[in-house]
Nanobody
Framework: QVQLVESGGGLVQAGGSLRLSCAAS????????MGWFRQSPGKEREFVAS????????YYTDSVKGRFTISRDNAKNTLYLQMNSLKAEDTAVYYC?????????????????WGKGTLVTVSS
């Protein structure tokens, strides 16, 4: 079992920045590719970004490329999402996810563990 706890959400003005964190506990953090998903009101949960087990490979959905950066610190068992130039359409609950051994497992929704989410609200 892996427990994932997100933090760092909040209210920010459009154009601002937030940094989300996801603290992992339980099994070995570096065994899992990790990612972030989000869900806006009335919409399905969508993929945002993923990162390989070592942190050497990352992948983003087109709408956040150049604005968001995913990273991880395996020594601290923590996943991050730096969000810059935030837009109103980024408003959502953001979820941390642990996949399998490859980064592709995140992108294609093959998720082993989910966090409970943290709310990001961007005011225009």
């Amino acid at each position: 079992q892996v427990q994932l706890v997100e933090s760092g959400g909040g209210l920010v003005q459009a154009g601002g920045s937030l940094r989300l964190s996801c603290a992992a506990s339980g099994r070995t953090f570096s065994d899992y590719a990790m990612g972030w998903f989000r869900q806006s009101p009335g919409k399905e949960r969508e993929f945002v970004a993923s990162i390989s087990r070592s942190g050497g490979y990352t992948y983003y959905t087109d709408s956040v490329k150049g604005r968001f950066t995913i990273s991880r610190d395996n020594a601290k068992n923590t996943l991050y999402l730096q969000m810059n130039s935030l837009k109103a359409e980024d408003t959502a609950v953001y979820y941390c996810a642990a996949g399998g051994q490859t980064i592709a497992t995140i992108r294609y929704g093959d998720i082993s563990y989910w966090g409970k989410g943290t709310l990001v609200t961007v005011s225009s």
